[in-house]
């Protein structure tokens, strides 16, 4: 498929709106409690653009990055409120977008005022692809955020470019460790210094650390053995479609009216 193509199939995507939202939960360690869902986005089932990767890499090589970061917003916001769901909403932000000149304050704010949501129920993770230029336009744009009572997280911490720099100048209230050093590290002494150091560094700045991509039992009995306060992965729950959710949500809504009634 080439380049064109490709570019027709996003602006297709974005005239109609058809995006896919799936909700992956977040849970604390030992109550196995749900704190929140991370939001993630897909392109169409049957388009060439399924893939996130792909879906965002030609949204970038095309310039419409902005809009296609503004839609997934939209959605995830609908979706999260429609499906009821407990806790905040994580929700993956590229920081470019926030740099980009034509990127307007207030407009998520706009979107969960109409979904009857506040900004204290949701965490902007911030997701790294490409280098940072204006560390002090970042820095406004998140305290814009916070002033309005949004949290912050970094995902990938130790995947991205400037990983530990934005850790130590944005100050999130969240940080998510890269699932790189959560792969095996039942079996890797140096994975389990690397994640006992963050958690050390994340008591000191007073951030919330996010263990995700646990896909074994014995990943996270490690990880509970370390100290981790949140946890993530196949191992915990799936990624479930939002009609799933909500579909889950009303038959327990339900039982709990007629048993109360």
């Known amino acids: 498929m080439t380049l064109s193509e490709q570019s027709a199939a996003l602006r297709e995507i ?30 169409p089932s049957n388009s060439p653009l399924h893939s996130p990767m792909t879906l965002f890499a030609v949204a ?12 997934c917003r939209r959605r995830a916001i609908e ?38 949501l506040t900004p204290e129920r949701v965490v902007i993770e911030l997701t790294e692809q490409s280098p940072i230029d204006d560390y002090h336009l970042l820095q406004r744009a998140l305290r ?14 130790g995947a991205g470019y400037s990983g530990l720099r934005l850790w130590t100048e944005m100050r999130p209230e969240y940080v998510k460790i890269d699932r790189y050093f959560i ?20 008591k000191a700045s007073r951030a919330r650390v996010v263990a995700e991509g646990i896909e074994l039992k014995e990943e996270l009995e490690v990880l509970e053995q370390l100290g981790a306060e949140m946890l993530q992965g196949f191992w915990l729950g799936r990624p479930q ?7 889950v949500n009303s038959r327990h809504f339900e039982v709990t009216h007629s048993y109360c009634g």
């Open 60 to 71: 970038r090589q095309s310039g419409q990055l902005l809009e296609l970061d503004m839609l």
């Open 144 to 157: 814009h955020y916070r002033s309005m009572g949004f949290s912050i997280a970094l995902d990938d911490l």
């Open 79 to 116: 979706r999260f409120a429609s499906s009821q769901l407990s806790g905040k909403l994580f929700l993956n932000i590229l920081p470019e977008t926030l740099l980009d000149h034509q990127h307007s304050s207030g407009r998520t704010l706009q979107m969960l005022q109409q979904e009857g």
């Open 183 to 202: 792969d095996g590290i039942h079996l890797d002494p140096l994975k389990r210094e690397f994640v006992g150091s963050i958690l050390r560094m994340a």
């Open 241 to 247: 479609p939002w009609t799933t959710l909500a579909a």
């Open 14 to 43: 974005l005239r109609s709106g058809t995006l896919s939202t799936l909700f992956q939960p977040i849970l604390a360690a030992g109550s196995r409690q749900i704190i929140g869902y991370e939001a993630l986005s897909r392109g």
